[in-house]
């Protein structure tokens, strides 16, 4: 069994307009809503590839009333916590020409009552269930110190050692983490997160990546999955370093593929496989969702098509 852990879910809606004006009235052609939060999207691919899944974090209002009730139609288990305040609302505008405007509400408060809570779940979940690995999502809520995410890992190894923890976050939450000694297995930043936590330009360049990586704190951490979109994805495991190649595929919607890589690394990891599976599962994972409409989605069919068509190459100079 595995976990996810959102602390700050939302509520997305999805404005179609021909043309945004700001300061004028917009009117709307079609609005979809949906749940979203980066731990329920890898939770969803996750389960639906069969790992039974616990999708945990913070929910509120009537915000969290809808993603709960989303969630009944879902395979995975909803565990939230209750907290005081709304789930946020995160709107995108969406015009025909494909221009986005994002706009985000920061959403509820979470409380060091409110992280105790979390923590003493957890416990319980992993004193009563056999869990093999734990995701932690995205960005921190409000009031949540930079170094919350530090604190977690540091609480679920005292726990269990054996628990693989993979970190999908961005920013100062995951500068803090690199920077401290309590290191998750797993990163997936893309090249963009990447490089600001290396205060490096962009690359995707194989070498590029390598040498930054074993200059910086990040060479501490055994697993390192840069996803590339489209030119899918560059993977540190130890001191080993591989390019893996994705199939072409009509991509539809990439939004929430890192999502699904993150799920396809716990779906593998829950299976016991080994690291090239883990590679193979995570990148098919993530390709299938940019095949899908729906936002951290996949089938089956198109994830085992996908990964039987990939590419791994190990990276074998010296830097
Ligand atoms: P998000 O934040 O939306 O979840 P991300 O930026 O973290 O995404 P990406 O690098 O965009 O993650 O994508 C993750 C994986 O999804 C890639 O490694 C690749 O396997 C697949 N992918 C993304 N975009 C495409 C695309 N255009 N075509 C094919 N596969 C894609």
Same mark, same amino acid.
């Given at each position: 069994?595995?976990?996810?852990?959102?602390?700050?879910?939302?509520?997305?809606?999805?404005? !179609?307009?021909? =043309?945004?004006?700001?300061?004028?009235?917009?009117?709307?052609?079609?609005?979809? /809503?949906?749940?979203?939060?980066?731990? &329920?999207?890898?939770?969803?691919?996750?389960? &639906?590839?069969?790992?039974?899944?616990?999708? !945990?974090?913070?929910?509120?209002?009537?915000?969290?009333?809808?993603?709960?009730? !989303?969630?009944?139609?879902?395979?995975?288990?909803?565990?939230?916590?209750?907290?005081?305040?709304?789930?946020?609302?995160?709107?995108?505008?969406?015009?025909?020409?494909?221009?986005?405007?994002?706009?985000?509400?920061?959403?509820?408060?979470?409380?060091?009552?409110?992280?105790?809570?979390?923590? !003493?779940?957890?416990?319980?979940?992993?004193?009563?269930?056999?869990?093999?690995?734990?995701?932690?999502?995205?960005?921190?809520?409000?009031?949540?110190?930079?170094? *919350?995410?530090?604190?977690?890992?540091?609480?679920?190894?005292?726990?269990? *050692? /054996?628990? =693989?923890?993979?970190?999908?976050?961005?920013?100062?939450?995951? /500068?803090?983490?690199?920077?401290?000694?309590?290191?998750?297995?797993?990163?997936? $930043?893309?090249?963009?997160?990447?490089?600001?936590?290396?205060? /490096?330009?962009?690359?995707?360049?194989?070498?590029?990546?390598?040498?930054?990586?074993?200059?910086?704190?990040?060479?501490?951490?055994?697993?390192?999955?840069?996803?590339?979109?489209?030119?899918?994805?560059?993977?540190?495991?130890?001191? %080993?370093?591989?390019?893996?190649?994705? $199939?072409?595929?009509?991509?539809?919607?990439?939004?929430?593929?890192?999502?699904?890589?993150?799920?396809?690394?716990?779906?593998?990891?829950?299976?016991?496989?080994?690291?090239?599976?883990?590679?193979? *599962?995570?990148?098919?994972?993530?390709?299938?969702?940019?095949?899908?409409?729906?936002?951290?989605?996949?089938?089956? %069919?198109?994830?085992?098509?996908?990964?039987? %068509?990939?590419?791994?190459?190990?990276?074998?100079?010296?830097?």
């Amino acid at each position: 069994m595995i976990i996810t852990i959102t602390v700050n879910p939302s509520v997305d809606r999805l404005y !179609s307009v021909n =043309k945004f004006q700001p300061g004028k009235l917009n009117r709307v052609e079609t609005i979809k /809503k949906m749940v979203g939060g980066k731990g &329920i999207n890898a939770a969803r691919v996750a389960s &639906i590839l069969g790992t039974l899944t616990y999708a !945990s974090g913070f929910l509120g209002g009537e915000n969290g009333e809808f993603v709960l009730h !989303s969630a009944r139609r879902e395979q995975f288990v909803p565990d939230f916590i209750q907290v005081n305040g709304e789930t946020r609302n995160c709107y995108t505008i969406i015009e025909k020409n494909g221009n986005k405007t994002e706009i985000n509400e920061t959403g509820f408060l979470i409380t060091p009552k409110n992280m105790y809570v979390l923590r !003493s779940r957890l416990h319980a979940l992993l004193n009563t269930t056999d869990v093999s690995s734990i995701s932690i999502n995205g960005s921190l809520a409000t009031g949540m110190p930079t170094d *919350s995410y530090v604190d977690l890992i540091k609480f679920i190894h005292a726990i269990d *050692s /054996k628990i =693989k923890i993979i970190l999908d976050t961005s920013g100062n939450s995951l /500068k803090d983490v690199v920077s401290s000694s309590q290191f998750p297995d797993f990163i997936k $930043p893309n090249e963009h997160e990447l490089a600001e936590i290396l205060d /490096k330009p962009v690359t995707t360049d194989p070498l590029t990546l390598m040498k930054n990586i074993n200059n910086s704190d990040l060479k501490k951490i055994p697993n390192i999955f840069v996803s590339l979109g489209e030119n899918g994805g560059f993977v540190k495991h130890y001191s %080993q370093f591989y390019t893996v190649k994705i $199939p072409k595929i009509h991509a539809v919607n990439t939004e929430g593929s890192g999502d699904a890589t993150v799920g396809g690394i716990l779906n593998a990891l829950d299976r016991h496989s080994n690291f090239i599976e883990i590679m193979k *599962s995570a990148m098919a994972a993530g390709t299938a969702n940019a095949m899908e409409t729906k936002t951290g989605y996949i089938h089956r %069919q198109n994830f085992q098509n996908i990964k039987n %068509q990939i590419q791994i190459n190990e990276i074998l100079a010296t830097v």
